[in-house]
């Protein structure tokens, strides 16, 4: 059994790195459940890859997989007894041991909704049990050139992967297929930014309103951008959301200007002003924000900023940015960075009486793209 020390620098590295597959292997592979899909193919965070457990049999983590063995030193070798072997080509040193978390029947194409969509093109499985859905795949960043630099969220639908908008019948129904074989536990909701005043948050109310009638009992997590108005955030509390993500993505201001370029004009006041608003509806440990980490930013300025957001009761969910298709690739984070980003960052979850472990339904629940809780546990 592997100690959280090992667990916490393990994931790190695989959440850098991702993983090489090797192309004398690769029949292998596919006799195990690994598709031949390398990198990311769209969505709008730190999305592709697949999800493997490590060692210990309870750590999820979302790996990128490569055809390129300059991406990674770390390649993904034979399988034995259910785990497969990681080894460090350029040390030629075993890193460890992943069991690959295989996808669920619904996936397979026979699998539709009643108006004939394929169940997959309307939600994922993330990590084992967390259902996800994008419910509406456009963004207004995309259509005036200003979308976020790492975000591939219209090419998942460019790409036939999915449909333009679900609706909460779609969604019932593939919530009743993923239930049957133990896939969905919670549930996060996510979309992009819509043109109109409530930026999408009605879209949401009414989705949940649906979805929350069939499955009253089944927790969901829904994302956002800052909103001007703030009632919207009590109206998705009162149709049935039970965390929120507020996601911010960049923390400094001039990578965020640059990084973010749509987003840029809604001020860092006008996000904590959500974010405090959001934690008086839904309570302690149910508010979130996505922080990518990779663009060069300074590692003292980070925390101090990672400081800021917790001392509101946020949790940061920290992870590292994964390229996009078609766009040049992005900085690889330097995994022993982001293992001192993770410790600073949890003492100061701690420190300030927040508890990500806590956190009822979504992203920080599933866990697998980010190593703070695990952090968390270690500090």
Known sequence: MIDIETVLNQKTELLCKGLYLDNELISQYRKHGINIDFGRKGGAGPSGGRYFLLEDELTLVNIALWNRPNRTD????????????????????????????????????????????????????????????????????????????????????????????????????????AKKEGRCSHMTLTSGTDETIDKGANRYIELLKGVKKNHPNLPIHVQIEALENLEYINRLKEAGADTIGIHIEVLNEKLRRDITPGKYHLSYNTFEKNWKHALSIFGKNQVSSYILTGFRESKSEFLKDVEKLTSIGVIPYITPVRSVPGIPDLPITKCNDLIEIYRESAKLIKDYGVNPLKNKAGCVRCGGCSAIKEAYKAV
Do not use: R
């Not at 080509?89 to 026979?110: D, M, R, W």
């Not at 994008?134 to 790409?159: D, H, M, P, R």
């Not at 036939?160 to 679900?166: G, L, N, R, V, Y």
């Open 74 to 177: 770390l390649y993904l070798k034979d399988i034995e007894n259910g785990f497969f072997e990681v080894i460090n080509e350029k040390t030629q040193s075993a890193f460890g041991k992943v069991k690959l978390i295989q996808n669920p029947q619904f996936y397979n194409p026979e699998f539709k909704t009643s108006d004939g969509i394929p169940m997959k093109k309307i939600a994922l499985v993330h990590g084992i049990d967390c259902l996800a859905s994008t419910i509406y795949q456009k963004c207004v960043y995309w259509a005036c050139g200003e979308a976020c630099t790492f975000c591939a969220i219209e090419v998942s639908l460019q790409n036939d992967a999915t449909i333009e908008e679900k609706n909460a019948d779609q969604m019932s129904e593939v919530i009743n297929a």
